[in-house]
């Protein structure tokens, strides 16, 4: 990455972002312009602490395609604003800009249309993409009817409600597009695309691993669909693979750019040829145990290859180890084989926690799952908080409380069914959320993403002072599905043992004695005088902080809104905040 400065406020911001960002320099010449030049050059990303005006004038002899051109991110001299100027998306300088803006405190500005109205751009899903990006986008964001034709349910993120979605699978064991109607009449993707059957020639999407006619109306996203397993001699030279699979995939009128991996019998994880061939296609190389790869049943196993290896297939058993189907069977040089199997997309389920309420507490990276996902499932609370971030066709389902069950698996239901769904609740998800009771049903047809979230204890803990310096320990009092014994055990556990606890559902208008019960249980074992902080709505509208000691708190003070924090034998009251040593040996 390129920094360019012309002023001394300018050069001073640059050293900030250069401290925090290794690949980042500031780029020395003779004068301003001949350092933006340079850095064009030389460099993947540009930041220019100049005038806009200014880089226009400069760059705009130097541009060429969107797709090499550097990404060009201009801050002013006060460093308010950081302006995605050129490549924002292809080059990524949309995101550029929103981290150079937290870096320096600056207003990011991003305005490509797609972002400016909550839509996600063709070009920036993580898929390969070909064909008409700028005109179909153009379609969506006029609300002209756009076709998207899958050949299954992807887990792409929502689209607005005129973009009519078609799933029609391809004809089965074949790559090639066929102009075949399948039983309803709708063509297939190999139909659509080649302008035959019902195809009317509007704007359209496709979602296809086959090689299609393009048009100035199409666009053609490339799914991670094919697995391509690779076997070979020992010594194999990488040009013989790339070429044996290249001939494959083309024979079969598969596209390079839907590969998601070569595979192969761990015995070649160190075959110099096939990694560089999979460096070639840019996927990874999986590798299998020959006991794992022979549990594959394959079309055509061989005693030879099981004689040498301990498997009787390689190619197109490490093809479609996992299921799939087999699209190209093995297939041979002098010294590799390969064979290519289609296999069906996996659902995503993203566990969203929000945090503990206040927006700033969320999470960037759970504002994107958010933003990421075609359906969020939720408390109806939970999702209105963040409806103002879903993009437009997003899908909701929304249910109150003590649905969780159905919650969960209406989440995984729909995860299982290809789409890529976002489980939101409070705090982290997994700290008495939704994370565990969806993951319960989850099997390995989905992919799980977990993003961690600021809990209420968290939240608590921060505005009583430092309570949970020292070990500490979670309870839960509801006994509406634990029985009661369990939960005063371990109270009693945790009281013995001189733990910090965090008391989750302490107290409802139904449950009003237990909290009560529980601090008796620390009495027992604490002194009077033991710190404890109430904290109510931490976060949120109505937030109140009340400290207290073991001798003193009123339960009547509590609620299900509250988090109740009492401290070990060690913690204090220091300037009204609560604290509980570490015990660094240097403080004595």
Known sequence: MGLVAATAAGRRHARVVAAAWPHARLVAAASAADALRAAWRE???VVAFLATGAVVRILAPLLGDKHTDPAVVVVDEAARHAVALLGGHAGGANALAAEVGAL????????TATDAVGLPGLDTLGWPVEGAVAAVSRAILDGEPVRLVADATWPL???P????IEVTPPPAGSGTPAATPDTTGTPTVGAAAAGTGASTGGWRILVTDRVVPLDGRTVVLRPPSLVAGVGSSRGVPAAEVTGLLRRALADAGLSPASLRCLASVDLKADEAGIRAAADAYGVPLETRSAAELAAVEVPHPSEVVRAAVGTPSVAEAAALRGGGTLLVPKTASAMATVAVARHAPRGRLALVGLGPGAADLRTPRAVAELRRAAVVVGLDQYVDQVRDLL???TRV??????????????AVAEATAGHAVA???????GVYAMASPALEYADDRIDVVGVPGVTAGLAASALLGAPLGHDHVYLS???LHTPWEVIAGRVAAAAEGDLVALLYNPRSRTRDWQLGAALDTFAAHRPPDTPVGVVRNASRPGERVHLATLGTLDPALVDMYSVVVVGSSQTRVVAGRMVTPRGYRWRS
């Open 43 to 45: 460099c993947d990303a």
């Open 104 to 111: 320096l405190d600056a207003r990011p500005v991003v305005t």
């Open 157 to 159: 993120p929502a689209l």
């Open 161 to 164: 409600e005129h973009v009519h």
């Open 391 to 393: 993009r437009p066709g």
């Open 397 to 410: 389902l929304a249910s109150g409380l003590g649905a969780e069950e159905e919650r969960a698996r209406a």
């Open 423 to 429: 489980l939101v609740g409070s705090g982290d998800a």
């Open 477 to 479: 009092l509801s006994d």
